[in-house]
């Protein structure tokens, strides 16, 4: 995800979906790059374990067993990830997407 300021101040994040094994779920993992300018500050933020709502997805029943037999551990399509690469936030189709996001700015402003 991306966006620009008025100010000249653009976020970038990528919204990880990170497998909990112990809790047998998925959850939110977003990084997020804030560049000021032709500038960027000097860190990024990485949030892990996110307290915004519907930010863990228990997958289907047959996911365990899918990735499993896929031997890759770490893909599965759920399906409210974005089927385009671009277009508006508010096109996802998860609030908590746009709850992640939200988190991630918070945290770089502070800095």
């Known amino acids: 995800m991306a966006s620009g300021t008025t100010t000249g101040t653009a976020y ?3 919204n990880g979906n990170r497998v909990d ?13 804030a560049f000021v300018g032709n500038n960027p500050i000097g860190s990024g933020c990485l949030i ?6 519907d930010r863990t997805t228990n997958p ?3 996911f365990w067993e899918k990735i499993e037999e896929s031997g890759i551990g770490n893909c599965f399509p ?6 385009s690469p671009y277009g508006k936030i508010e096109a996802l189709k998860k609030p908590s997407y ?3 996001f939200s ?9």
């Open 60 to 62: 289907p029943d047959d």
């Open 98 to 100: 746009k709850d992640a």
């Open 48 to 53: 892990q374990h996110g307290t915004w709502q």
């Open 78 to 83: 759920l399906p409210e990830l974005p089927e």
């Open 21 to 33: 094994y112990k809790a047998n779920a998925i959850d939110q993992q977003p990084f997020g790059l």
């Open 12 to 14: 970038y994040i990528a």
């Open 103 to 111: 988190a991630v700015i918070k945290q770089l402003k502070k800095q």
